[in-house]
Nanobody, 128 residues
Framework: QVHVVESGGGLVQPGGSLRLSCAAS????????IGWFRQAPGKEREGVSC????????YYADSVTGRFTISRDSAKNTVNLQMNSLKPEDTAVYYC?????????????????????WGQGTQVTVSS
């Protein structure tokens, strides 16, 4: 059974930075995708970024392109999301999830990905 755990959330001022980590374990295959999603109160869940171990491809939502960077630490089996130049509209609960079926990361990962394994979420609050 795949287990996913997020960490690194917190309170930060506008323009500040946070680094989220996603620790994943229990994979039976070395091909999978990790996606970061976020959900603000009263809003639909939004795909933020993803990375695939299959080919190393990455994707960023338009709202975070140029500010967020996703990376994989193979030694620790961890995926990180470096968030810079944070804005109040980035405030949300951030979730890490694993897709072991399509194992793909592209523009349509939020719609066509099969994210069956989710972490508990970590709160990111951007406020002065």
């Amino acid at each position: 059974q795949v287990h996913v755990v997020e960490s690194g959330g917190g309170l930060v001022q506008p323009g500040g930075s946070l680094r989220l980590s996603c620790a994943a374990s229990g994979f039976s295959s070395d091909s999978y995708a990790i996606g970061w999603f976020r959900q603000a109160p009263g809003k639909e869940r939004e795909g933020v970024s993803c990375i695939s171990t299959t080919d190393g491809s990455t994707y960023y939502a338009d709202s975070v392109t140029g500010r967020f960077t996703i990376s994989r630490d193979s030694a620790k089996n961890t995926v990180n999301l470096q968030m810079n130049s944070l804005k109040p509209e980035d405030t949300a609960v951030y979730y890490c999830a694993a897709d072991v079926i399509t194992a793909a990361c592209d523009h349509y990962f939020s719609e066509y990905g099969e994210y069956d394994y989710w972490g508990q979420g970590t709160q990111v609050t951007v406020s002065s």
